[in-house]
C-alpha cells in the first residue's frame, strides 16, 4: 500500500508562484514513477506532468516552461513547482504513483484557485 499526502495549495493571483508539495509513504521506491494530475469542474481529470525512476520528465503542453516537477527520492517527496499561474491552472491537483503494471495511487487532492 501506498498513501500520499499532498498539501501546498491556495489562492493566488495570475502571475503569482505556489508550490505543491506530495509526501509519499509506504511501500514506494524510487523507481516508481511519480506525477500530478488535475481536474477542473466539469472537466476530465488530466496530466499535468510526471517523472519515472531515471528522472525523465514529461510536461503537458498547457503548462510546458512554466511548470517544474522536483522528486527528492530520498525523502518520498514530489513537488510542483508552477510559475506565471492562469486561472486556466485553476482546479483539485492529484499527486499520482503507480506500483508494478497497473497499480495506481492517489492524493486526497488539493485546491488550487488562480483569480484576480
Known amino acids: 500500500q501506498v498513501q500520499l499526502v499532498e498539501s501546498g495549495g491556495g489562492l493566488v493571483q495570475p502571475g503569482e508562484s505556489l508550490r505543491l508539495s506530495c509526501v509519499a509513504s509506504g511501500s514506494i521506491f524510487s523507481i516508481d514513477p511519480m506525477g500530478w494530475y488535475r481536474q477542473a469542474p466539469g472537466k476530465q481529470r488530466e496530466l499535468v506532468a510526471r517523472?519515472?525512476?531515471?528522472?525523465?520528465?514529461y510536461y503537458a503542453d498547457a503548462v510546458k516552461g512554466r511548470f517544474t516537477i522536483p522528486r527528492d527520492a530520498d525523502k518520498n517527496t514530489l513537488s510542483l513547482q508552477m510559475n506565471s499561474l492562469k486561472p486556466e491552472d485553476t482546479a483539485v491537483y492529484y499527486c499520482?504513483?503507480?506500483?508494478?503494471?497497473?497499480?495506481?495511487?492517489w492524493g486526497q487532492g488539493t485546491q488550487v484557485t488562480v483569480a484576480s
Open positions: 517523472i519515472n525512476g531515471l528522472g525523465t520528465t
Open positions: 499520482w504513483t503507480r506500483r508494478g503494471l497497473s497499480n495506481d495511487y
